[in-house]
């Protein structure tokens, strides 16, 4: 129960837990009992769930893609995750956004001498460390970093990699596998949480609306929809979780127009029947995880009014 407290906190909105990165969570979390279990989303595409965000793959004789890399400590779990589905090397290696349970494998993974791809956002801010944090090491940063999208031709499948709005950070991207038709949509898009707004990395209330919505216009009925935490969805979750946050946003701004405060916002926890709408696997946020959500929100709505 601790751990799945402490995996929610993570996987939540404690933008206090990302600014200093990994290494802290490394330090306050075990992460030895950690298993990786391997899920099979369609064709040659899959996802590895440990701790941390969803490691989507896609397997074939051209090699591994893979992207995001969770936490250090479970690099050489997610190495032999990865050679039990696959005996061809791990090619790339893509950063859906900068946080530290999604990219904090990125040394061990880089001195692999696989090439690791970003939007330009997430290797700046990597490379200044984030909110914070010691400097990643040249090694751990992007090589490969794209402004608007990438395309990589491999096994068959074409995989786009395509930059957000400032939705939970600056730096979002959304990777589409056409022929498999399924969206890894990054931490704009969970199943464990409330939607997470980073505004020291550059997110954005209203980016977030607008990058659900690119992922709606994306994606088709079928479309097999892989958040940053959680289970694969579809594009009716999707739209689901953008119309709840589109109300969140509507009732936080009513009463920053009213003039209430961050306190008396939380107080009130104006958002508290859509938390279940929000989270529909795994425990329901507490009262920290919500205030945290509501202390995000309240800053992000008062910044973009
Ligand atoms: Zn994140």
């Given at each position: ?48 769930e440990g701790q941390g965000g969803n490691v ?117 991207s959304y990777i589409h596998f056409a022929k ?126």
């Amino acid at each position: 129960m601790l751990q799945t407290n402490s995996k929610l906190a993570l996987c939540s909105a404690p933008f206090a837990l990302f600014a200093v990165g990994s290494a802290l969570a490394q330090g306050q979390q075990d992460f030895s009992a950690v298993q990786i279990k391997t899920h099979q989303v369609a064709g040659n595409v899959y996802y590895l769930e440990g701790q941390g965000g969803n490691v989507g793959l896609i397997i074939g004789d051209d090699g591994v893609l893979m992207i995001d890399d969770q936490f250090a400590p479970l690099s050489e779990k997610l190495q032999a995750a990865i050679k039990a589905l696959s005996t061809k090397p791990v090619r790339m290696l893509v950063n859906t956004h900068v946080h530290g349970d999604h990219t904090g494998g990125n040394e061990n993974f880089g001195k692999l001498g696989l090439d690791i791809v970003a939007h330009d956002n997430v290797r700046v801010r990597l490379a200044k460390g984030v909110n914070g944090a010691a400097p990643s090491p040249a090694v751990a940063l992007p090589i490969v970093t794209f402004g608007d999208k990438i395309t990589f031709h491999l096994n068959g499948e074409t995989v786009t990699v395509g930059k957000l709005p400032p939705a939970h950070t600056d730096g979002d991207s959304y990777i589409h596998f056409a022929k498999a038709d399924v969206i890894h949509t990054g931490d704009v898009f969970r199943t464990t949480g409330y939607p997470g707004v980073d505004g020291g990395n550059g997110g954005t209330v209203k980016g977030t609306i607008d990058a659900l919505q690119a992922i709606v216009d994306l994606a088709g009925p079928n479309t097999k929809i892989l958040p940053g935490h959680g289970v694969v969805s579809t594009r009716d979750d999707v739209a689901r979780f953008r119309t709840n946050t589109i109300e969140a946003q509507r009732r936080i701004s009513d009463l920053i127009k009213q003039g209430m405060t961050l306190e008396q916002v939380i107080a009130a926890n104006p958002t508290a029947d859509l938390a279940p709408k929000f989270v529909t696997t795994g425990p329901q946020p507490d009262k920290a995880v919500t205030d945290r959500f509501l202390t995000a929100f309240y800053n992000a709505v008062k910044a973009e009014q």
